[in-house]
Nanobody, 125 residues
């Protein structure tokens, strides 16, 4: 089993930065890949960024490239999402997800077995 807990959300002005944290516990095998998704009101959950624990490879959604980065601290079992130059359209609940080994970092929600409860990010103009 894997437990995921997000933190770091908040309300900011456009152009500001936030760093989200996803603290994980449980089986390393089942969280080889950890990703961030987000869901805005009335919209489907969408992939934001993912990182592979085994080779540190990352995959970023086109919509956030150049503004967001994903990283991990293996000692603290934590994955971070650094969000810079935030825009109002980044407003959403950001959720952390994890799964076991996979050939590449998946973007589909149904390929993740473990989910956190999410943290709200609100960006005002």
């Amino acid at each position: 089993q894997v437990r995921l807990e997000e933190s770091g959300g908040g309300s900011v002005q456009a152009g500001a930065s936030l760093r989200l944290s996803c603290a994980a516990s449980g089986s390393d095998f089942h969280r080889d890949i950890t990703s961030w998704f987000r869901q805005a009101p009335g919209k489907e959950r969408e992939f934001v960024a993912g990182i592979n624990r085994l080779d540190s490879s990352v995959h970023l959604a086109e919509s956030i490239k150049g503004r967001f980065t994903i990283s991990r601290d293996s000692a603290e079992n934590t994955v971070y999402l650094q969000m810079n130059t935030l825009r109002p359209e980044d407003t959403a609940v950001y959720v952390c997800a994890a799964r076991g080994p996979w050939p590449q970092i998946p973007t589909e929600t149904n390929l993740y077995a473990y989910w956190g409860r999410g943290t709200q990010v609100t960006v005002s103009s």
